[in-house]
């Protein structure tokens, strides 16, 4: 039976519940409901405007109802007095098709009539920033190569230490905080769960990070390139299938059983691994959603030595210059998707995508073991990722399979928000187009 929201509140003396749900721009919304109306909003729901969110709406459109989800709930470790609850959006009665925690629930349910449980990690990079962003908040920060900085990652240790206390309060598992590769840059590491769970827990990471930062002074940002020449934010994502009852890996070749798959994954896990390669150039507009985020992909070289981004549709083994990397056997890590990826919409995705690779059994094609900053160019015929965050819509626009697989109204919804978000970019009037033309 579903948790008492009410009672469950009484017992941790939660005083505010915040209702939250998530636009199709990432956006997490919430209303704060105190514990005495909690009830009555576990059972109907927090009423919102859509129109005036990111969910293309109008304002005549009739009140959405954000309905908790009570196996999300978690009390605020650094805030006791309040809960966060993902919510799911309902509209006279029906999941409204467009919202992104709906999308994913869809096809969790889509892999699980078919006996797949997917299963997920990801690696949330973020900077800290000054609190109007306009520099990294280390001033000493400054080593060209500063990946795994002891010194730098012990004068953050205030804010990075709270957060991972936090998560182990949670037991979420986490295991690892490192200095990144880009000056002013963090990773925080936690178990991977099922993608529904992943997906909140990535949520709440977002908004945890971020607050524990400004509570410190601070500003965490996940953008996909804050800095100009600097690596930037990825969200890498480790993917694994499982049956259903979560016990057994099926990406992973099974001792004995005379099972030869590739790098140690299944006949399943190649065909899955091929639904993400064959689907990947519309997948960007998902996993890689704002103008900026092609700023990361297709960088040249940052100061450090290596952008850590991909610009081509390629997999190989336990190697960092590619697409898709398969570190051991039974999983592989989509490193593709950055910073500003919509939690739900990133794993409901690569189950779309993936989900397609095993019913057509797609190929994953040959993989490359070679260095793909320094030898790329040798390797013919791999699509390039899209340019630009137009190419990318229109690649997505162009794939009626992946389209069709995350649901033709959110699709619909997607291409229709962010064409209107290009076309205010492209409206936005630059310094660089001065720069270069005033004296044409
Ligand atoms: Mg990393």
Not at 153 to 181: F, K, S
Not at 385 to 411: Q, T, V
Request: proline residues 5%; hydrophobic residues 40%.
């Amino acid at each position: 039976m579903a948790k008492d929201l009410a009672n469950w509140a009484k017992k941790d003396g939660v005083k505010y519940f915040m209702v939250s749900f998530t636009d199709l721009f990432g956006g997490q919304r919430a209303k704060l409901v105190p514990t005495e109306a909690i009830k009555d909003m576990q059972a109907d729901g927090a009423g919102f405007a859509g129109f005036a969110t990111w969910l293309d709406m109008t304002p005549a459109h009739p009140d959405m109802l954000a309905v908790p989800d009570p196996n999300s709930v978690i009390q605020l470790p650094w805030k006791p007095d309040v809960a966060w609850v993902a919510a799911n959006c309902v509209m006279e009665g029906e999941d409204v098709a467009q919202a992104p925690r709906n999308v994913l629930r869809r096809l969790v349910g889509e892999a699980s009539a078919e006996g797949m449980r997917v299963k997920t990690g990801i690696e949330a990079e973020f900077f800290l920033l000054t609190p109007d962003g306009s520099r990294i908040s280390d001033e000493y920060d400054t080593a060209e190569k500063p990946c795994y900085d002891q010194q730098a990652v012990m004068r953050r240790y205030d804010v990075i230490a709270e957060i991972c206390d936090y998560m182990l309060a949670l037991g979420w598992g986490p295991y690892q905080n490192d200095h990144e590769d880009a000056n002013g840059q963090f990773e925080m590491n936690f178990e991977f769960d099922d993608a529904l769970a992943t997906a909140d827990k990535h949520s709440f990471f977002k908004f945890m990070t971020k607050s524990i930062a400004e509570k410190h002074g601070l500003r965490a940002t996940f953008m996909p390139k804050p800095v100009e020449g600097l690596t930037g934010n990825g969200c890498h994502a480790h993917i694994s299938v499982w049956d259903k009852a979560g016990k057994k890996n099926i990406f992973a070749t099974t001792k004995g059983t005379g099972q030869t798959g590739e790098l140690g994954l299944s006949e399943q896990g190649a065909h899955f691994l091929g639904g993400i390669m064959k689907h990947a150039s519309a997948l960007a507009a998902i996993t890689n959603p704002t103008v900026n985020s092609y700023k990361r992909i297709n960088a040249p070289r940052t100061t450090s030595g290596a952008t850590w981004a991909p610009n081509t549709v390629t997999w190989t083994g336990n190697n960092r210059t590619h697409m898709v990397r398969v570190p051991g056997p039974g999983r592989f890590e989509l490193r593709l998707p950055d910073g500003a990826v919509n939690p739900y919409l990133l794993q409901a995705v690569i189950i779309a995508a993936g989900l397609d690779g095993v019913r057509t059994k797609a190929d994953p094609g040959k993989r490359h073991d070679i260095d793909m900053y320094a030898e790329g160019h040798k390797v013919k015929g791999a699509p390039k990722l899209p340019l630009n965050m137009l190419d990318a819509l229109r690649e997505y626009d162009k794939d009626k399979g992946l389209k069709a697989a995350m649901g033709d109204e959110f699709s619909a919804a997607y291409l229709k928000m962010k064409h209107q978000e290009w076309n205010s970019f492209t409206a936005h009037f630059s310094d660089w187009e001065k720069a270069n033309t005033l004296d044409i």
